[in-house]
């Protein structure tokens, strides 16, 4: 039997869909903060994967779908603890800077993480290769990124969500990215690290 190549994106994405469908599900699984704080500690992952609106369930799930399936792919090995201490990291942070905000849904931060993941990631190996027209795109991607943040922080609105449902939440974006970049320096480091710390046979 052939394994599934992406398995937690696959996973996500059904519970996305499960939750759009029961609302009760939503209502199980949103990050309502109180309670989270209160010892219901599954908000702090699940008000990722349920969203305010079909609007807000189309952008974010097809963002999703493309660039996690991506990233499992490519850094299958570190690809689920990543994920899953973003989910954390970017609900934490919330906590702490928006403390006026009692309730979180939406990939959006998580998907900002991957494409930041990515990005970067592709502007270092291309540096490395010294493939500097394609760090340069890699770094064109980037700018975009930041301006869309830029956008958001500004008018307090999403660039391509339009709905009366949520306000949009640029923290959850920053802190998404900040755990992108992260995973991206980051885990190259780890690795050289790992492989020279491995004993050599003789």
């Not at 934490?92 to 403390?99: D, E, G, K, R, T």
Request: hydrophobic share 55%; net charge neutral.
């Amino acid at each position: 039997m052939k394994t599934i190549p992406v398995p937690v994106t696959i996973t996500i994405v059904l519970i996305s869909i499960l939750a759009a469908v029961f609302p009760s599900l939503t209502s199980l699984l949103e990050l309502d903060f109180q309670r989270a704080a209160q010892g219901e500690i599954w908000r702090w992952i699940g008000g990722h994967v349920v969203h305010f609106d079909w609007s807000h369930f189309i952008w974010d799930v097809s963002m999703f779908a493309t660039l996690s399936a991506i990233c499992e792919a490519k850094y299958r090995r570190v690809y689920a603890p990543i994920l899953i201490g973003s989910m954390l990291i970017i609900s934490l942070s919330l906590a702490i800077v928006c403390p006026e905000i009692h309730c979180y849904r939406g990939l959006s931060g998580i998907d900002t993480m991957l494409f930041g993941w990515w990005v970067i990631d592709w502007m270092r190996t291309n540096l490395h290769a010294k493939d500097l027209p394609a760090a340069g795109l890699g770094g064109m991607m980037l700018l975009g990124l930041v301006g869309k943040l830029g956008y958001e922080a500004v008018f307090h609105q999403t660039l391509f969500v339009q709905s009366d449902a949520f306000v949009p939440l640029v923290e959850a974006h920053i802190a998404g990215l900040i755990c992108g970049a992260t995973a991206a320096l980051g885990v190259p480091v780890v690795q050289n690290w790992t492989r020279v710390r491995q004993p050599v046979s003789v």
